[in-house]
């Protein structure tokens, strides 16, 4: 029998979806208010994993910035993204402590009770379930027997329903999505629904397959998907949101529960988990100050509040990169980038370096700009008194490196890319030292390998940061933490090895990589771009915690076409 908890406050949860209000137990968590949820104690070893479907992410990395009391910049490096399948499945096995998610469908239900485990859901977020089609379709409002009659197949055409003589394509999303469980949950089962178009799609690893089709706008199309899912992926797209039942989706009717397709998205941990950080964190925001942190971010909170939402500022702490220090918009690789040639800075025994220096640029200052900055990099890394920014820094540290004992240092710039708006350096600084034979050093030296890069948007000399190969309008961070998530899973077998291994740095299928816990990229997350290969390298050093290096910097690609898309 599966075993699922809900802590409801106002309304009781209804489980169409699971088919387990039998088995259900409602329970009234105790009130944490925001003193309580700053007095929970977490050492940073011991924060909780934070995950949940992309399109709530602002809202559980807001809550999650508010309980570790740092910054949302911060606070999005512990917090992942993905699709309910993998989040259920990350919480029930244990890579996850806490999931913002629609309640669990039959199957991941099926997989808790299978794992021996109860999940305890917490109402945070009402989600209106809605049908969308053209502008231009003269229907306006369908009931829910017209809505099954055209996902079962029963009705083909618009003119059954007061329309124009147009075939019905009902669009819809594939088997494990929230869209697709909403489906299921308010319209029909399954086995139920009729055939829906069909497009031919290139997975990650080069393949194709045949496979539910995006919604496309034409006459006789209809999709549905969560409001926020729908908002998210066709923003851009003139949609019509059909009335269900003469009922509206407005804010206020989602709100009061009048609209007749309501979900509710939950907080959900693992039950006897409750006193527990995540279980402290899914509480607050069932109550008040988390239903006004809901409205904040622009959700529809669970239950009526009055609380007025805090300031952000009274919660933000500095980010770890100044907004005004980014480059605006999206990066062109299109067209023929500066010239830029290499200087050699110091070639002695002990230190050998170069610098590159780009010119003709049109903006001399910014082309000053530019070459100042490289330069400094450059120069930093040949000051005497620097440490490598590696994995096993502390270590050494502990057994007593001192700077003052470096062999020999070979610093190399490389120019990664040089076209259009974009030029992309990586600045790679070798370092041998003397040690004293104790601890963890028994051989007479320690080899380090450490790497800056620095990315530059040519029309403006700011920074490019990795969000920009993510298309406007997409959640950038989610589709790059997507990205690597996939990453890592296709490619688990070359990521998860011994971490005393020490390899090369030709990138991951060569170093080793032993991910612990991925908890999500920032905005100032180290990179590369290679213009040949099309590729983005994200830079794994000491500032990524959920990677370990030995004893070397590494990378992990992705393709910018990934991104792109």
């Not at 007095?39 to 910035?65: H, Q, R």
């Not at 977020?125 to 369908?142: G, I, Q, R, Y």
Request: charge should be negative; charged fraction near 25%; include cysteine.
């Amino acid at each position: 029998m599966k075993r699922l908890l809900c802590a409801v406050m106002i309304i009781s949860v209804l489980f169409a979806a699971c088919g387990c209000a039998d088995t259900a137990v409602p329970v009234t968590p105790p009130e944490i208010t925001d003193e309580d949820l700053y007095a929970v104690e977490v050492e940073e070893n011991d924060w909780p994993v934070i995950e949940g479907t992309s399109v709530f992410l602002p809202y559980y990395t807001a809550a999650a910035a508010r309980m570790l009391e740092i910054s949302e910049d911060e606070a999005s490096r512990y917090v992942l993204c993905s699709v309910p399948n993998l989040a259920y499945s990350d919480l029930i096995t244990g890579a996850a402590d806490i999931i913002f998610c629609h309640l669990p469908n039959e199957l991941q239900a099926r997989f808790a009770d299978h794992e021996g485990v109860t999940l305890a859901c917490y109402p945070v977020l009402n989600e209106a379930f809605v049908f969308f089609v053209s502008p231009d379709n003269p229907v306006d409002s369908l009931t829910l027997e017209q809505l099954r009659a055209v996902y079962t197949g029963a009705v083909t055409n618009w003119s059954e329903l007061g329309g124009n003589d147009e075939v019905i394509l009902p669009f819809r999303r594939s088997a494990g999505s929230s869209d697709h469980t909403g489906l299921v949950q308010f319209v029909a089962d399954d086995s139920e629904l009729a055939p829906a178009p069909q497009e031919e799609r290139t997975g990650t690893m080069g393949e194709t397959a045949e496979v539910a089709a995006n919604y496309d706008g034409s006459a006789g199309a209809i999709g549905c998907g969560y409001l926020s899912n729908v908002r998210q992926q066709y923003g851009g797209m003139a949609l019509k949101i059909l009335k269900i039942e003469g009922c509206e989706a407005s804010s206020a009717n989602i709100r009061k529960g009048v609209y007749p397709l309501i979900s509710q998205v939950c907080a959900v941990i693992r039950g006897g988990e409750e006193e527990s950080p995540a279980g402290q964190l899914a509480q607050w925001c069932a109550w008040p100050l988390g239903q006004a942190l809901a409205v904040e971010k622009g959700y529809e909170p669970n239950m009526e509040t009055d609380a007025q939402p805090e300031s952000e500022a009274a919660f933000d702490t500095e980010g770890t990169a100044p907004e005004s220090g980014w480059a605006e918009g999206p990066v062109s690789l299109k067209g023929k980038g500066p010239q830029w040639d290499a200087e050699i800075l110091s070639d002695s025994d002990r230190l050998f370096a170069d610098c590159v220096t780009v010119s003709g640029l049109e903006d001399k200052k910014v082309e000053e700009t530019v070459n100042k900055r490289i330069r400094s990099t450059v120069e930093a890394f040949c000051d005497e008194g620097w440490l490598p920014d590696a994995q096993g820094i502390q270590a050494a540290l502990d057994a007593g490196l001192d700077s003052a004992n470096c062999r020999y240092k070979y610093i190399q710039t490389q120019v990664t890319a040089c076209s259009g708006d974009l030029l992309s350096v990586a600045v790679v600084c070798r370092a041998n030292f003397d040690m004293p034979r104790t601890g963890n050093f028994s051989s007479a030296s320690a080899f380090f390998t450490s790497c800056e890069t620095l990315n530059f948007d040519l029309k403006t000399g700011k920074e490019v940061p990795v969000t920009a190969f993510v298309p406007e309008g997409k959640d950038a961070l989610s589709v790059l933490n997507g990205a690597v998530r996939e990453y890592l899973r296709v490619n688990a077998d070359e990521i998860y090895r011994d971490e005393d291994y020490t390899g090369h740095t030709e990138g991951i299928a060569e170093v080793e990589v032993c991910v612990t816990r991925f908890p999500g990229l920032v905005k100032d997350q180290k990179y590369y771009v290679d213009a040949s290969e099309q590729k983005l390298y994200l830079v794994l050093d000491v500032d990524t915690p959920w990677a370990v290096t030995g004893y070397d910097y590494s990378c992990l690609p992705l393709e910018l076409d990934i991104l792109a898309r």
